[in-house]
């Protein structure tokens, strides 16, 4: 379900390739290979670990690796081929004699992650734009904002020599704790789907590929690796494949990466139903499975199952698929399908086609891009007494605290991580936006973040994340001082987390006791003397705030912004950019509100003795026992309270949303819903009109409401209106009914519920379905092996 303006607009802006499934040509290619070139094509080049390794480094990878972790190898003459691209994820096998190259993949969705200084190029910088993190760009629910961003993120991947991006991301944030929410979008399939599209249309414009991942259910980082997800399908389609659904018909990403866990006792990597039934079969994906990073055990029943590429590869790998060939136990039929696949992709890459590339991509301009998608992103949680946009009279200061503010976070760790050139600080941000700030405060903390920092442990691996810097006690007098001179206080609370691991619940899904203490202090004497205080929280993914919300003037969420962080925060509070993002993740009053709270992360069923980063981990299981009830689908259907619903943030400016009108009130074919958004305030704003809709009584229980369409309106100034149209089909209203395996529309009435949040429901009108329709019939797949004993509405 799409507004229909953006559908026209869509059908106009879309140039991007499709890829041909397995073209005459990539087959005919195929056929002229030995068997051994064929393997080779499906287990890609191996990998040297990010770090010390570079490009010009021909020396052997074991010495580099990570104390303790060694690297399966690659096939023996690979170590010694240089890169094309030095820090890259990975590259495919060439076969020169057929006139195909190396593919280079490179990390991911937050921007380009490639070795930014070369020791063979000294005059050379090779940094990359760091874009908002995933969760910030969902938040702006604004589909034409990512694609313009996918855009130029797609030349800069072009102008580096990159073939395909590992990203989009796009996995559920089933629970706040995840490790790698940041890079993924929303709670929500429908946002995370049209936004991923967006994302992929955008890159796949510049003639380079995607790769949208991590397919599926990879919900979470503890034992990412072997963790065996129970869930019934109906939660499976409804909401964990949903989104990439919507993302694949929409965009065709030219590859797709399936994930590292177990769904329902088999490793995505490994499952037929998955890969090739729904994918392929009920979806139509016409591109490329490539495996995550060592991701699942056997490599035979990755490749039986439709996953064409193993990355990084290994010659475990190799051997363990020509042996296999050779002994009759896997088709080679197989392995013409997959290296046809991955023909295909060669074909497609700008590799093969020689297009030029410059290693000099506008990185000014991007970052202008970058600062633009991040104030479109950020949520204002609260703004008492109008304390934004912060106007500040007769050259006062602002005094600025927290370690965050200076020590600004600009994206997550990991692969999602970005090796920028620059970060800007909000006390830098600041500056550049013509305010004073107090330069004690710079003075003190600058000097204790470095004497902190320099104190902490180094990281014993690649994904460990390095301890925060403790806020540091303010004492009275300085409080005092600051809030008598300043006119006004700005604190920064700063989150980080990334692929590895998941989050905890103290200290870092609740404040410290400093934190707290931090808040509570300088509000108590800046409103001591009328003065008001704004918290920023640049943060990765959801924390609580009910304990503390109602201490400072104003909280602007400005997530992880990038490396223009500080510039785009103080766009954000100066008001030269009026706020217009939305929630689009839940933030419940306790962590205990959360319906997957006591299956988060699972249970492990052996001991773990390797509490680092290991490739394999120990056999885990977790049951997604809240079904399809996941975000706000649960906090409305079960009246839970939360501190900020899925769908809120507050503007500069207010919006009525009048009338709503519908084509119909009975549904044939579809209906088209009008609504109409004014600017009812006093400065240009933007607003996003979401569309939920109640359905009947149903005997499979559904959510009290489902969002099934959004839009963002252009800048509207004070007075201007727009009108909105969205066409709903039998399909939007469709759930997934496992004994018949179809998706089915009830029969009943229906109402559609528009508003500015899930909780803010400005208007309703209903309309009826006369007939149930079943609009479409599969079969069933993936299904648990044991009974999931799912929460269910009352009746
Ligand atoms: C991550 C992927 C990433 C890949 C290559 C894996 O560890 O899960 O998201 O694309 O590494 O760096």
Redesign the pocket.
């Known amino acids: 379900m799409k507004p229909l303006y953006i559908l026209t607009a869509l059908a106009l802006l879309y140039s991007g390739q499709t890829i041909l499934a397995q073209s005459p040509k990539a087959k005919q290619l195929v056929g002229q290979m030995t068997l051994e070139q064929k393997v080779e094509l499906v287990v890609g080049m191996g990998m040297r670990l990010p770090g010390p390794t570079a490009a010009s480094d021909k020396k052997d990878t074991a010495k580099h690796a990570t104390p303790g972790f060694q690297l399966p190898p690659s096939l023996p003459q690979d170590a010694s081929i240089p890169e094309k691209v030095p820090g890259a994820?990975g590259r495919t096998h060439a076969i020169p004699s057929l006139g195909l190259p190396s593919l280079t993949l490179s990390?991911?969705p937050a921007g380009v992650r490639i070795n930014p200084i070369l020791p063979d190029h000294p005059n050379q910088t090779y940094y990359a734009t760091a874009w908002p993190v995933g969760t910030l760009l969902a938040s702006s629910w604004d589909t034409s904002l990512v694609q313009s961003v996918g855009k130029a993120f797609g030349r800069e991947i072009q102008q580096y020599g990159i073939d395909v991006i590992?990203g989009p991301?796009m996995n559920i944030q089933r629970n706040p704790l995840g490790g790698r929410n940041f890079e993924y979008y929303s709670e929500d399939p429908l946002v995370s789907g049209h936004i991923a599209a967006a994302m992929v249309r955008g890159v796949q414009q510049n003639g380079v590929g995607t790769s949208i991942?991590?397919f599926v259910a990879n919900n979470q980082e503890t034992n990412r690796n072997s963790v065996n997800t129970i869930v019934s399908e109906r939660a499976l389609r409804e909401i964990y494949l949903k989104g990439f659904e919507i993302a694949v018909k929409e965009a065709q990403p030219w590859t797709v990466m399936s994930s590292y866990n177990l769904i329902n006792g088999t490793y995505t990597s490994e499952s037929h139903d998955l890969l090739t039934d729904i994918l392929r079969n009920e979806w139509g994906f016409k591109g490329l499975v490539m495996t995550?990073?060592f991701g699942g055990k056997d490599a035979v029943a990755q490749m039986k199952a439709g996953n064409d590429l193993l990355m990084p590869g290994t010659i475990l790998q190799y051997n363990a698929i020509l042996t296999a060939v050779k002994n009759g136990t896997l088709s080679e039929d197989v392995i013409n399908r997959n290296a046809a696949r991955v023909v295909d992709l060669i074909f497609e890459s700008p590799t093969y086609k020689k297009i030029p590339y410059t290693d000099k991509p506008d990185l000014k301009a991007n970052a202008q891009i970058s600062r633009k998608a991040a104030t479109e992103g950020m949520v204002l949680l609260q703004n008492n007494n109008n304390a934004l946009p912060l106007t500040i009279k007769n050259n006062k200061q602002i005094a600025l605290f927290g370690n965050t503010s200076y020590d600004i976070i600009a994206g997550g760790t990991g692969?999602g991580d970005v090796n920028k050139a620059y970060t800007i600080s909000l006390d830098k941000g600041l500056l550049n936006a013509g305010y004073s700030i107090d330069k004690n405060l710079i003075e003190a903390y600058t000097t204790y973040i470095a004497e902190e920092k320099a104190k902490q442990p180094k990281p014993r691996f690649f994904f460990e994340l390095v301890p925060r810097v403790k806020e540091m006690n303010l004492e009275e007098p300085l409080l005092q001082t600051e809030a008598q001179n300043a006119a006004a206080a700005i604190i920064t609370i700063g989150r980080n987390a990334g692929?590895g691991a998941d989050r905890k619940v103290e200290n870092d899904f609740t404040l410290s006791t400093e934190e707290k203490s931090m808040i509570q202090k300088v509000c108590e004497a800046f409103h001591a003397q009328n003065k008001k205080v704004i918290v920023v929280l640049n943060i990765g993914g959801v924390i609580e705030t009910d304990s503390w919300r109602s201490w400072p003037d104003a909280i602007l969420l400005a997530w992880q912004p990038g490396l223009e962080a500080g510039n785009a925060i103080a766009d954000v509070v100066s008001g030269k950019v009026n706020p217009s993002g939305k929630l689009a993740v839940t933030f419940p009053i306790r962590y205990e509100d959360e319906p997957s709270a006591k299956n988060f992360p699972g249970k492990e069923l052996e001991p773990n003795e390797h509490k680092g980063f290991s490739l394999f981990g120990v056999p885990a299981e977790v049951i997604y026992e809240e079904g399809i009830y996941v975000g706000y689908r649960y906090f409305t259907t079960f009246h839970v309270n939360t501190a900020y619903p899925f769908g809120y943030g507050l503007s500069y400016t207010q919006f009525n949303m009048k009338p709503l009108q519908l084509s119909a009130n009975v549904m044939k074919q579809n209906i088209v819903v009008k609504v109409t958004v004014t600017n009812t305030g006093k400065v240009a704003g933007k607003e996003v009109v979401q569309l939920y809709v109640s359905a009947p009584h149903s005997k499979i229980g559904k959510p009290a409401e489902e969002l099934k369409a959004f839009a963002k309106t252009p800048l509207l100034q004070p007075g201007q209106s727009t009108t909105i149209s969205f066409a709903l089909t039998p399909a939007d209203l469709a759930s997934f009914v496992t004994d018949q395996a179809a998706w089915i529309a009830d029969a009943g009435n229906y109402t559609i519920k528009v508003g500015n949040s899930s909780a803010n429901i400005l208007q309703t009108a209903t309309f009826q379905l006369p007939q149930q329709v079943i609009t479409e019939k599969v079969k069933n797949l993936m299904v648990p092996q044991q009974p999931i004993h799912e929460l269910q509405p009352a009746d």
């Open positions: 994820a990390d991911g590992l991301a991942k991590h995550d990073w692969s692929e």
